[in-house]
């Protein structure tokens, strides 16, 4: 109970006084301010927190200082993904992972000795109608206990009643009739039951569960949206699919430095007819898998695939000096990567790679299925490298020669051949590096 007093003077006659004190029970106006005081931080943080775990933190922190009680936890039903292995056994033998409540969060008062309270209910696992929380989870509305020792749930052996706390209340947080969470808080102090802070927190309760399921949603919009990013990046350079959402309009961009490498694999057609289709695109996907790493580590445009050929550029989308260089190094590695495959799997497939630099043209056309691709006569030499190439070599252009002629590679010159299109052009074969 809270008392208010005033005292008032009474004058009774001449030089006599009397003093009137008047007291007042306010304990129904005090509880009634502080309710109002949590409703009001619970209604702040919703309105200015940016996450699900500070808003149920701030929460949980507001009814404890506001209400004065000394524990307030937050339980929420078990993600399959985040559960701890040690209970596997648990959830072969009975239900599945989320028909259990773990706790999530934890606050606490300064003056209250609860370590061993805490400490237990944090390793455990409440199933529906277990526990306080167990109770309200299964039930969907809040819950009071005036004597924790007297509960069926705790008792005086009970962790709880040990370590001095004497009554507890709980409620939902519900949205769309689902239970999302249970909060429940305990008090060292033995507590009547509170019908008007029953309803507040269930109010509570629901605001919670539609900013929770507010957040759910957009944090899933957001993933979908990331995915679908992601795909785009996966299909388009970063550069030219910023381009596409912001015009949707012909992209196409004349590079004057950029080397282009077509590769093959030599006599896949008949490895292949062997094989069933399943397992053809099995092996064609580890073998590019690889080659797509490549790519990755220098920093390379993959452009496309067509059967068993591979096509890749360096020096675009964003120019490079060292577009040959990059080209060149992948081509080496690319070989190297298919011996290892071959090591692996006891087979004896081989490449054959031709390069060329020069002036490309390079974008997307078309309204669908985009795709980066390259134009130009720079394209034609490399596809012409490459099929008038020889098994297990990399072949060059003159012009690709003479990008890499002053570096550490090993160059040999083949000699003049006939190439379609072109007639007779000299062409050189990159063995490998020189240091």
């Not at 000795?113 to 809040?142: C, E, N, Y």
């Not at 388009?236 to 992209?251: M, R, Y």
């Not at 890749?312 to 190094?329: C, K, S, Y």
């Not at 090993?410 to 072109?422: D, F, S, T």
Request: with cysteine.
């Amino acid at each position: 109970m809270i008392l208010s007093f005033s005292c008032s003077m009474v004058e009774q006659g001449v030089n006599v006084s009397e003093l009137i004190y008047v007291g007042r029970d306010v304990t129904r106006d005090r509880l009634a301010s502080k309710r109002l005081s949590t409703q009001y931080a619970i209604a702040s943080t919703l309105s200015e927190a940016s996450s699900v775990d500070l808003v149920t933190n701030n929460a949980l922190t507001a009814v404890c200082e506001q209400l004065d009680f000394d524990v307030g936890e937050l339980w929420a039903p078990l993600i399959s993904g985040e559960v701890d292995p040690i209970y596997n056994p648990i959830f072969q033998a009975y239900p599945p992972a989320s028909m259990y409540l773990q706790r999530k969060h934890v606050v606490t008062r300064p003056r209250a000795k609860v370590a061993q309270f805490l400490d237990v209910s944090s390793r455990v696992l409440l199933m529906p109608k277990t526990g306080l929380a167990g109770r309200v989870w299964s039930h969907k509305i809040p819950h009071w206990i005036y004597d924790l020792g007297a509960d069926p749930d705790f008792g005086k052996r009970s962790f709880a009643h040990q370590v001095g706390l004497s009554s507890a209340f709980a409620f939902p947080i519900v949205a769309d009739l689902e239970v999302l969470g249970v909060m429940t808080f305990f008090s060292s102090q033995r507590r009547s039951d509170d019908p008007d802070l029953l309803q507040m927190v269930s109010s509570v309760g629901q605001q919670l569960g539609q900013y929770i399921r507010r957040k759910q949603t957009e944090d899933a919009l957001k993933e979908q949206q990331q995915q679908t990013e992601d795909l785009l990046l996966n299909i388009l350079p970063e550069t030219i699919a910023d381009q596409l959402k912001q015009s949707g309009q012909t992209i196409a961009k004349q590079f004057d430095h950029a080397t282009v490498l077509f590769a093959d694999i030599v006599g896949f057609t008949e490895f292949a007819s062997a094989l069933t289709p399943i397992e053809v695109v099995e092996i064609l996907n580890e073998i590019f898998s690889r080659f797509d790493a490549l790519t990755e580590k220098y920093k390379l445009e993959k452009i496309k695939t067509i059967g068993d050929s591979y096509m890749v550029v360096g020096g675009l989308p964003e120019p490079r000096a060292d577009h040959a260089e990059a080209i060149a190094e992948m081509a080496l590695d690319m070989r190297q990567a298919l011996a290892n495959f071959n090591k692996q799997t006891n087979n004896s497939l081989q490449l054959r790679i031709g390069i060329n630099s020069g002036a490309v043209v390079a974008g997307v056309i078309g309204q669908k299925k985009f795709i980066y691709d390259l134009w130009g006569d720079t394209v034609n030499i490399a596809s012409r490298m490459e099929s008038h190439g020889l098994p297990d070599r990399i072949q060059c252009s003159r012009a690709t020669y003479l990008e890499l002629l002053d570096l550490d590679y090993a160059l040999e010159m083949r000699g003049e051949i006939p190439v379609k299109g072109k007639g007779q052009m000299t062409t050189y074969f990159l063995n490998g590096r020189t240091n």
